[in-house]
T-cell receptor, first 113, second 110 residues
Framework: GQQLNQSPQSMFIQEGEDVSMNCTSS?????WLWYKQDPGEGPVLLIA?????ELTSNGRLTAQFGITRKDSFLNISASIPSDVGIYFC?????????????FGGGTRLMVKP | NAGVTQTPKFRVLKTGQSMTLLCAQD?????MYWYRQDPGMGLRLIHY???????AKGEVPDGYNVSRLKKQNFLLGLESAAPSQTSVYFC?????????FGPGTRLTVL
């Protein structure tokens, strides 16, 4: 069943606002990844995190690998309309087990111009 | 490079019918995956393959079969479709941790 709890499930914000979303688990993950899915498309990788405590940025996006290895956070600064989509966190436990990822339920982001 | 392609894009089936979803990748990736996406459930792994001729069960394999006869292709079969299999199906491939997803197949089972 679902092992990654992602929140919030949806957000409706004004253009220019900052956004925060997070992902938590009762299990430890060795790698955390954040994907974005545009409407009608498959998910695309945004950021990958490989070490507990790691903070990584990709443009206006910043993600952190929690110290406990049981959570991760994604922040988007100064949102724009093209940020609309569903954001998924994903965790990887065993790097040698076919790279099978566990996905969170997603955060649907809507941006009002 | 086309990346990961899926056919068909849409399909409507009646309960009990069978069908095969085709996934093709031109990136020479070893790993290929089939996921289903349902509202609020994220992406759940159905089956995966770590190389040509190999397949393994994922989180929700029941009711599905797969085959990887060629490295570039990964087929997902539904032998007897059920309404619970109404979903959007995504294929993905990878050579490392970054998964490259196809555009998805929207399947409705009546």
């Amino acid at each position: 069943g679902q092992q990654l709890n992602q929140s919030p499930q949806s957000m409706f914000i004004q253009e220019g606002e900052d956004v925060s979303m997070n992902c938590t688990s009762s299990s430890i993950f060795n790698t955390w990844l954040w994907y974005k899915q545009d409407p009608g498309e498959g998910p695309v990788l945004l950021i990958a995190l490989y070490k507990a405590g790691e903070l990584t940025s990709n443009g206006r996006l910043t993600a952190q690998f929690g110290i406990t290895r049981k959570d991760s956070f994604l922040n988007i600064s100064a949102s724009i309309p093209s940020d609309v989509g569903i954001y998924f966190c994903a965790g990887l436990r065993d790097n040698n087990a076919g790279n099978m990822l566990t996905f969170g339920g997603g955060t649907r982001l809507m941006v009002k111009p | 490079n086309a990346g990961v392609t899926q056919t068909p894009k849409f399909r409507v089936l009646k309960t009990g019918q069978s069908m095969t979803l085709l996934c093709a990748q031109d990136m020479n990736h070893e790993y290929m995956y089939w996921y289903r996406q349902d509202p609020g459930m994220g992406l759940r792994l159905i089956h995966y393959s770590v190389g040509e001729g190999t397949t393994a069960k994922g989180e929700v394999p029941d009711g599905y079969n797969v085959s990887r006869l060629k490295k570039q292709n990964f087929l997902l079969g539904l032998e007897s479709a059920a309404p619970s299999q109404t979903s959007v199906y995504f294929c993905a491939s990878s050579s490392g941790l970054e998964l490259f997803f196809g555009p998805g197949t929207r399947l409705t089972v009546l």
